[in-house]
């Protein structure tokens, strides 16, 4: 039998031994490996050594395979990685495909290092009955998307600007496409309905050309108001566009020269984020103190006495617009003794107005994308 395990050993890459003990299964001889081939695989591989010249009669063996989590992980994640499809709703059988997977095989380096991360990062408790499982309930959760993307940015070292992993889209494309495609329909049924025309394929393939190039801009648009807040956060335009796969210029020419009119009243907040968080405040209960029947602008007043400096400058991205309505209400007729804090909330909102963008000695100071985990907001 000890013969028969080095055999074993040397056939199979893995360490194998043989025991004589009781298992649950009965009295009796036991191999004994750690991952390494499934089952079946070593019991063929047994029956092979046996024929071979061994003595020993393997009908009557037992076999014991003790799992690691790296490896039951591991397994699970070679089959979605090869149809990211099947993490929608896992099948038992690849739940649990360890049992039918052999190691060492050919699990690609990319499912072995998304597996480590997987385990480490997972939050799964020492105490849990079935680490394992609850690692692939991780995976389940986040996603081959979120697990891509956060082990690039979660390893990525200090200053390093490689690009980010490609996304799979097919889970997000089939709702997309069919409300995209109805849509679609709907306005070049509405761009023709009036021509003659309109059920000529010819006018029809016009129509939705010039959809096309709308749908691009719509797209440029949304990538720019995630990207402003961004830039005043202190990343720099062209790491943001080498990250996400571009070419160094490719988001500056995109977004256009008006990119920084944009960033300059963000730019301004956060320089001021003390200053006008406290004019705000103030101006809003000096309105609620003066005013003696109906409140004036009483939605405007809430968002200024919402937005905090504790919170930092993205908290008050919606108050100017508030100030800018909350003065001309009050114009006319200010509520008794708020002018002074309504005149100093005029005076920061002409600043924030005025504001130019940032120079380039500022642009230059600014820090690539790092692991630090990044909320992107609208600027709206």
Same mark, same amino acid.
């Given at each position: ?5 080095? =055999? ?14 009781? /298992? ?7 191999? *004994? ?16 050594? &046996? ?28 089959? !979605? ?28 380096? *990319? ?13 799964? &408790? ?12 991780? !995976? ?18 200090? #200053? ?31 761009? !023709? ?49 080498? =990250?996400? #796969? ?8 995109? /977004? ?6 944009? !960033? ?9 984020? =003390? %200053? ?16 003696? /029947? ?13 937005? #905090?400096? #504790? %919170? ?16 001309? *209400? ?25 504001? *130019?963008?940032?120079?380039?000695? %500022? ?18």
């Amino acid at each position: 039998m000890h013969k028969l395990a080095r =055999t074993l050993s040397s056939n199979t890459g893995v360490e194998v031994t043989a025991t004589y003990d009781d /298992f649950g299964s009965g009295l009796g001889w036991h191999l *004994e490996w750690i991952d390494g081939p499934a089952v079946d695989t070593m019991r063929k591989a047994a029956r092979s050594a &046996a024929r071979a010249g061994s003595v020993v009669d393997v009908a009557g063996l037992r076999y014991r395979r003790d799992r690691t989590d790296l490896a039951v992980v591991a397994a699970f994640l070679s089959k !979605v990685v090869a149809e990211p499809v099947l993490l929608i709703n896992p099948p038992f059988e690849v739940l649990h495909a360890y049992d039918q997977t052999d190691f060492p095989g050919s699990i690609p380096p *990319e499912v072995w290092e998304l597996a480590r991360f997987a385990i480490v990062h997972s939050g799964v &408790a020492d105490y849990s009955a079935d680490p394992a499982r609850d690692v692939i309930d991780h !995976v389940i959760r986040t996603g081959l998307n979120g697990l891509r993307l956060d082990l690039a940015l979660d390893t990525r070292q200090p #200053g390093e600007q490689s690009k980010l992993p490609a996304l799979d889209v097919a889970g997000v494309l089939d709702s997309l496409e069919k409300g995209v495609t109805h849509s679609l329909s709907m306005a070049v049924d509405e761009l !023709v309905s009036g021509s003659a025309h309109r059920d000529d394929p010819i006018v029809r393939l016009h129509g939705i050309e010039a959809l096309r190039n709308e749908l691009t801009k719509m797209a440029d648009r949304l990538q720019r108001t995630v990207a402003v807040p961004a830039l005043v956060d202190g990343f720099s335009l062209s790491s943001m566009s080498r =990250t996400i #796969g571009l070419s160094n210029r490719a988001l500056g020419m995109r /977004f256009g020269p008006e990119l920084g009119g944009l !960033v300059a009243p963000l730019a301004w907040l956060r320089d001021h984020v =003390t %200053e006008w968080a406290a004019a705000c405040a103030a101006a809003a209960a000096a309105v609620r103190a003066g005013s003696s /029947f109906a409140l004036p602008g009483p939605h405007e007043l809430w968002l200024l006495e919402q937005g #905090g400096a #504790g %919170e930092g400058w993205r908290s008050l991205v919606g108050t100017p617009e508030a100030a800018r309505r909350l003065l001309a *209400e009050t114009r006319k007729s200010p509520p008794r003794g708020s002018e002074g804090a309504l005149a100093e909330l005029a005076r920061l909102l002409d600043d924030h107005d005025r504001a *130019e963008p940032p120079g380039r000695r %500022e642009g230059r100071a600014r820090q690539p994308i790092t692991s630090a985990p990044i909320r992107m907001e609208s600027a709206d």
